[in-house]
T-cell receptor, first 116, second 111 residues
Framework: GAGVSQTPSNKVTEKGKYVELRCDPI?????LYWYRQSLGQGPEFLIY??????ADDSGLPNDRFFAVRPEGSVSTLKIQRTERGDSAVYLC????WGGGSTDTQYFGPGTRLTVL | SQQGEEDPQALSIQEGENATMNCSYK?????LQWYRQNSGRGLVHLIL?????REKHSGRLRVTLDTSKKSSSLLITASRAADTASYFC???????????FGRGTSLIVHP
């Protein structure tokens, strides 16, 4: 079946604007993860969903960042009042159940966000 | 914050040579995983090694883990130009199943 998809692939916005990034996980995967990756760095964890609920949002940098997964499938990462420092590639991953260390995460291609 | 640190940051080799990348981490782990990333986009899971394992193989990949030294190595044998990518280690610790990634090693394999 299809892998994890993310839209848009690229997003350019102006400082202060609001953006939404979408993630479509692999069908049937209950766990969904958002990461942010800056240039030359590894992915940095933002938030993890188990079903519809955020099981761990400790990685969200501040209250301008918010994510939802209302039906336990598609997730949207929302960033308010964007700042230039938010520019990065935002990666989404899903896994079948998220409850074990052997549960492989499958990553999407990412959304490259540029804040001018 | 990043738990694992890969070494070297960049590696350039000729096709057919072996490539070795190392990962060091700071705190005790449950497992360590290696991922590959092409062109700064999606990551692909390569191999997972548990804290009670010392070595694992998958095709041309060989991973070792030394928990006493808090380090792991990824060996790619008989490298190919298509192996050109960034390679990341990621650790899971305590009760968390959220992997913490290092900064990665950029590997270039020249044909």
């Amino acid at each position: 079946g299809a892998g994890v998809s993310q839209t848009p692939s690229n997003k350019v916005t102006e400082k202060g604007k609001y953006v939404e990034l979408r993630c479509d996980p692999i069908s049937g995967h209950t766990a969904l993860y958002w990461y942010r990756q800056s240039l030359g760095q590894g992915p940095e964890f933002l938030i993890y969903f188990q079903g519809t609920g955020a099981a761990d949002d400790s990685g969200l940098p501040n209250d301008r960042f918010f994510a939802v997964r209302p039906e336990g499938s598609v997730s949207t990462l929302k960033i308010q009042r964007t700042e230039r420092g938010d520019s990065a590639v935002y990666l989404c991953a899903s896994s079948s159940w998220g409850g074990g260390s052997t549960d492989t995460q499958y990553f999407g291609p990412g959304t490259r966000l540029t804040v001018l | 914050s990043q738990q694992g640190e890969e070494d070297p940051q960049a590696l350039s080799i000729q096709e057919g040579e072996n490539a070795t990348m190392n990962c060091s981490y700071k705190t005790s782990i449950n497992n360590l995983q290696w991922y590959r990333q092409n062109s700064g986009r999606g990551l692909v899971h390569l191999i997972l090694i548990r804290s009670n394992e010392r070595e694992k193989h998958s095709g041309r990949l060989r991973v070792t883990l030394d928990t006493s030294k808090k380090s792991s190595s990824l060996l790619i044998t008989a490298s190919r130009a298509a192996d050109t990518a960034s390679y990341f280690c990621a650790t899971e610790s305590g009760g968390s199943y959220i992997p913490t990634f290092g900064r990665g090693t950029s590997l270039i394999v020249h044909p």
